[in-house]
């Protein structure tokens, strides 16, 4: 079986700090890996789409990378903001089907 | 742009009853998901439809059946509701399957509550 984890679960920081996300799987045979944005009351917005031929992607001040060989990605956030406050997920494709972290709540006081 | 559309927002049952969730999209999407969130498991996969007319199990179908009469609409159905069925339930949906370069985009849920 599948198992996505994400740590921290929990991550306060200044504004303008430079942060990592962190996400694992456990069978590295993914199709593809994305990450989400979501803010209380609200369902998720996809951020990045990792396909597993690809080592990365960029959108404005987010990169993700993908190491399937090791069964890790990361969602780096340069110069965060207070409207970076959010939970973010990670979800991987395996075996016809999405498994999703249980996310890091991101606190990114002014 | 409606994207996806959840109803209702809220609900309260009772242990017994029976209730549908609607989940309408207006993307001419292929594929359409049923997920239900819990506090410290993330969103698991309920059942899915890879086009009109379809459905198949995901990780927890148990409880629950699903129907894609059109392609616009994926309906959730709860027979006999459960308290370990309170959840929040989030629709979903996609142009091409989940393996592709083509994102999920998500509803705003139905927080569903059983007593």
């Known amino acids: 079986k599948q198992e996505v984890t994400q740590i921290p679960a929990a991550l306060s920081v200044p504004e303008g700090e430079n942060l990592v996300l962190n996400c694992s799987f456990t069978d590295s045979a993914i199709y593809n890996l994305q990450w989400f944005r979501q803010d209380p009351g609200k369902g998720l917005t996809s951020l990045l789409l990792i396909q597993s031929s690809q080592r990365e992607q960029t959108s404005g001040r987010l990169n993700a990378s993908l190491d399937k060989s090791s069964g890790r990605s990361t969602l780096y956030i340069a110069a965060s903001q207070p409207g970076d406050s959010a939970t973010y997920l990670c979800a991987v494709w395996w075996f016809n089907k999405f498994y999703f972290g249980s996310g890091t709540k991101l606190n990114v006081k002014p | 742009n409606a994207g996806v559309t959840q109803t209702p927002k809220f609900r309260v049952l009772k242990t017994g009853q029976s209730m549908t969730l609607l989940c309408a999209q207006d993307m001419n999407h292929e594929y359409m998901y049923w997920y239900r969130q819990d506090p410290g498991m993330g969103l698991r996969l309920i059942h899915y439809?890879?086009?009109?007319?379809?459905?198949a199990k995901g990780e927890v179908p148990d409880g629950y059946n699903v129907s894609r009469l059109k392609k616009q609409n994926f309906l959730l159905g709860l027979e006999s509701a459960a308290p370990s069925q309170t959840s929040v339930y989030f629709c979903?949906?996609?142009?091409?399957?989940?393996?592709?370069?083509?994102?999920?985009?998500f509803g705003d849920g139905t927080r569903l509550s059983i007593l």
């Open positions: 439809s890879v086009g009109e007319g379809t459905t």
């Open positions: 979903a949906s996609s142009r091409g399957p989940g393996g592709s370069n083509q994102p999920q985009h």
